[in-house]
Protein backbone atom coordinates (compact mmCIF):
# COMPACT_ATOMS: atom_id res chain seq x y z
CA UNK A 1 0.00 0.00 0.00
CA UNK A 2 2.65 2.36 0.77
CA UNK A 3 4.74 2.03 -2.30
CA UNK A 4 1.46 2.75 -4.27
CA UNK A 5 1.25 5.73 -2.56
CA UNK A 6 4.88 6.82 -3.29
CA UNK A 7 4.71 5.33 -6.46
CA UNK A 8 1.79 7.89 -7.30
CA UNK A 9 3.66 10.88 -5.19
CA UNK A 10 6.65 10.75 -7.34
CA UNK A 11 4.34 10.79 -10.47
CA UNK A 12 2.64 13.79 -9.52
CA UNK A 13 5.81 15.38 -8.66
CA UNK A 14 7.27 15.02 -11.93
CA UNK A 15 4.55 15.50 -13.76
CA UNK A 16 4.54 18.81 -11.84
CA UNK A 17 8.18 19.47 -12.73
CA UNK A 18 7.60 19.00 -16.34
CA UNK A 19 4.84 21.38 -16.68
CA UNK A 20 6.90 23.76 -14.78
CA UNK A 21 9.56 23.69 -17.50
CA UNK A 22 6.85 23.57 -20.21
CA UNK A 23 5.43 26.94 -18.48
CA UNK A 24 8.83 28.51 -18.34
CA UNK A 25 9.63 27.69 -22.03
CA UNK A 26 6.07 29.81 -22.93
CA UNK A 27 6.69 32.41 -20.48
CA UNK A 28 10.11 33.58 -22.53
CA UNK A 29 8.24 33.43 -25.96
CA UNK A 30 5.05 35.71 -24.31
CA UNK A 31 7.73 37.93 -23.28
CA UNK A 32 9.50 37.54 -27.02
CA UNK A 33 6.99 37.93 -29.25
CA UNK A 34 6.81 40.71 -31.53
CA UNK A 35 9.11 43.06 -33.04
CA UNK A 36 12.57 44.01 -31.94
CA UNK A 37 15.40 45.93 -33.17
CA UNK A 38 18.95 46.17 -33.17
CA UNK A 39 19.70 49.19 -30.43
CA UNK A 40 23.55 48.30 -29.38
CA UNK A 41 26.62 47.13 -31.44
CA UNK A 42 29.42 46.20 -28.60
CA UNK A 43 28.24 49.20 -26.55
CA UNK A 44 27.38 51.47 -29.16
CA UNK A 45 24.00 53.13 -30.75
CA UNK A 46 23.64 51.83 -34.05
CA UNK A 47 23.92 55.86 -35.03
CA UNK A 48 27.50 55.90 -33.59
CA UNK A 49 28.20 52.69 -35.48
CA UNK A 50 27.14 54.04 -38.62
CA UNK A 51 28.86 57.95 -38.69
CA UNK A 52 32.23 55.82 -37.77
CA UNK A 53 31.67 53.72 -40.57
CA UNK A 54 30.40 55.92 -43.07
CA UNK A 55 27.27 53.99 -43.59
CA UNK A 56 23.61 54.31 -42.81
CA UNK A 57 21.85 53.08 -40.30
CA UNK A 58 19.73 51.04 -42.59
CA UNK A 59 23.03 49.47 -43.66
CA UNK A 60 23.36 48.41 -40.13
CA UNK A 61 19.82 47.74 -38.92
CA UNK A 62 18.28 44.22 -38.20
CA UNK A 63 14.84 43.55 -36.72
CA UNK A 64 13.49 40.22 -35.90
CA UNK A 65 9.90 39.16 -35.68
CA UNK A 66 8.87 36.53 -33.48
CA UNK A 67 5.37 34.68 -34.07
CA UNK A 68 4.59 31.03 -32.30
CA UNK A 69 5.77 29.16 -35.28
CA UNK A 70 7.94 31.77 -37.24
CA UNK A 71 10.71 34.36 -36.67
CA UNK A 72 12.03 36.65 -38.77
CA UNK A 73 14.95 38.33 -39.11
CA UNK A 74 14.56 41.60 -41.59
CA UNK A 75 17.24 43.94 -42.91
CA UNK A 76 17.94 46.34 -45.59
CA UNK A 77 18.46 43.92 -48.15
CA UNK A 78 15.62 41.61 -47.44
CA UNK A 79 14.08 39.16 -45.14
CA UNK A 80 14.80 35.29 -44.07
CA UNK A 81 12.28 33.07 -42.22
CA UNK A 82 13.53 30.87 -39.98
CA UNK A 83 12.12 28.47 -37.03
CA UNK A 84 12.06 29.36 -33.18
CA UNK A 85 12.70 27.24 -30.59
CA UNK A 86 11.88 28.95 -27.89
CA UNK A 87 13.56 27.99 -24.27
CA UNK A 88 13.72 29.12 -21.05
CA UNK A 89 16.85 31.78 -21.14
CA UNK A 90 16.27 32.97 -24.58
CA UNK A 91 15.46 31.62 -28.18
CA UNK A 92 17.22 29.38 -30.99
CA UNK A 93 16.59 30.46 -34.60
CA UNK A 94 16.86 27.38 -36.46
CA UNK A 95 16.97 26.67 -40.60
CA UNK A 96 16.62 22.88 -41.90
CA UNK A 97 16.66 22.04 -38.58
CA UNK A 98 19.99 23.76 -37.70
CA UNK A 99 20.73 26.22 -35.35
CA UNK A 100 21.78 29.25 -37.31
CA UNK A 101 21.98 31.71 -34.41
CA UNK A 102 21.11 32.32 -30.40
CA UNK A 103 19.38 35.13 -28.51
CA UNK A 104 19.58 35.24 -24.63
CA UNK A 105 16.78 36.90 -23.11
CA UNK A 106 17.44 39.18 -20.46
CA UNK A 107 14.52 39.14 -18.29
CA UNK A 108 15.11 42.12 -16.26
CA UNK A 109 16.16 44.37 -19.07
CA UNK A 110 14.48 43.13 -21.53
CA UNK A 111 16.49 42.32 -24.11
CA UNK A 112 18.05 39.76 -26.38
CA UNK A 113 21.85 39.72 -26.95
CA UNK A 114 23.22 37.95 -29.70
CA UNK A 115 26.89 37.32 -31.03
CA UNK A 116 28.02 37.08 -34.31
CA UNK A 117 31.11 34.68 -35.27
CA UNK A 118 33.31 37.80 -35.34
CA UNK A 119 32.74 38.62 -31.67
CA UNK A 120 30.21 41.36 -32.16
CA UNK A 121 27.74 41.51 -29.63
CA UNK A 122 24.13 42.91 -30.71
CA UNK A 123 21.91 43.86 -28.55
CA UNK A 124 18.01 44.28 -29.28
CA UNK A 125 14.82 46.04 -27.23
CA UNK A 126 11.08 45.59 -28.34
CA UNK A 127 10.42 47.93 -31.28
CA UNK A 128 10.26 48.89 -34.74
CA UNK A 129 12.36 50.56 -37.70
CA UNK A 130 11.53 52.00 -40.95
CA UNK A 131 13.69 51.37 -43.75
CA UNK A 132 14.57 53.82 -46.25
CA UNK A 133 14.33 57.09 -43.48
CA UNK A 134 18.21 56.77 -43.06
CA UNK A 135 20.42 59.84 -44.51
CA UNK A 136 24.21 59.41 -45.61
CA UNK A 137 26.64 59.32 -42.43
CA UNK A 138 29.00 61.52 -45.06
CA UNK A 139 28.57 65.50 -44.92
CA UNK A 140 27.48 65.28 -41.21
CA UNK A 141 24.11 64.57 -42.40
CA UNK A 142 21.99 63.08 -39.32
CA UNK A 143 21.20 59.55 -39.06
CA UNK A 144 17.54 59.40 -39.02
CA UNK A 145 14.66 56.07 -39.27
CA UNK A 146 15.59 54.49 -35.95
CA UNK A 147 12.94 55.58 -33.38
CA UNK A 148 15.01 54.90 -30.80
CA UNK A 149 18.64 53.91 -32.44
CA UNK A 150 19.03 50.52 -33.54
CA UNK A 151 21.24 48.99 -36.22
CA UNK A 152 24.15 46.05 -36.41
CA UNK A 153 27.52 45.63 -38.33
CA UNK A 154 26.68 43.32 -41.30
CA UNK A 155 22.57 43.76 -41.23
CA UNK A 156 20.48 40.91 -42.36
CA UNK A 157 24.03 39.47 -44.06
CA UNK A 158 25.68 38.90 -40.73
CA UNK A 159 22.64 36.84 -39.86
CA UNK A 160 24.08 34.24 -42.12
CA UNK A 161 27.61 33.49 -41.12
Known amino acids: ?22 LVGCGVEKDVLGEWKVTK ?5 PEEVAAANGVTVDDLMMVFKFESDKASLIG ?13 DGVELKKDDNIVMTLRY ?25 FGQAAPADGG ?12 EGGAEGAEE
Do not use: H, R
Not at 141 to 152: P, R
Open 76 to 88: KSGSQEYKPAYKA
Open 141 to 152: AEQGGAEDGAAE
Open 1 to 22: MMKKVTKKLVLVLVAAMLMGLC
Open 41 to 45: INGQT
Open 106 to 130: DKDAKTLEFQFDNGSVYIAEKGSYT
